[in-house]
Nanobody, 124 residues
Framework: VQLQASGGGSVQTGGSLGLTCADIGDAPTSYNMGWFRQAPGKERGFVAGISWSGVRTEYADSVKGRFTITRDGAANTVWLQMNSLEPEDAAVYFC??????????????????WGHGTEVTVSS
């Protein structure tokens, strides 16, 4: 599994961005996928996760109703659509993958593979 995240950038408050995470290693198995973010001086925290099948999703309370995670299960590609962005959403966003689990995984330590981050800047 080799995860590559893209789509970060700079946006004004209230704007939208879409992030993409692709498994360029082309693993033959579908994995649970997730997005985490880390702002300067803060710990990396859960943003959104999706099950291997794409049926189940979970979101951090701070992004519910604004962010949407989707996936192409067969290809381990996951997208994070971020709307109504706020300055508090500014961070480096990381995608991650985990081996099979029926539940959406929420904890950083539960993920096995990580991509390099992509930075999101939100100006007020």
């Amino acid at each position: 599994v080799q995860l590559q995240a893209s789509g970060g950038g700079s946006v004004q408050t209230g704007g939208s961005l879409g992030l993409t995470c692709a498994d360029i290693g082309d693993a033959p198995t579908s994995y649970n996928m997730g997005w985490f973010r880390q702002a300067p001086g803060k710990e990396r925290g859960f943003v959104a996760g999706i099950s291997w099948s794409g049926v189940r999703t979970e979101y951090a309370d701070s992004v519910k109703g604004r962010f949407t995670i989707t996936r192409d299960g067969a290809a381990n590609t996951v997208w994070l659509q971020m709307n109504s962005l706020e300055p508090e959403d500014a961070a480096v966003y990381f995608c991650a993958a985990a081996t099979f689990s029926r539940a959406v995984l929420l904890k950083l330590v539960e993920y096995n593979w990580w991509g390099h981050g992509t930075e999101v800047t939100v100006s007020s």
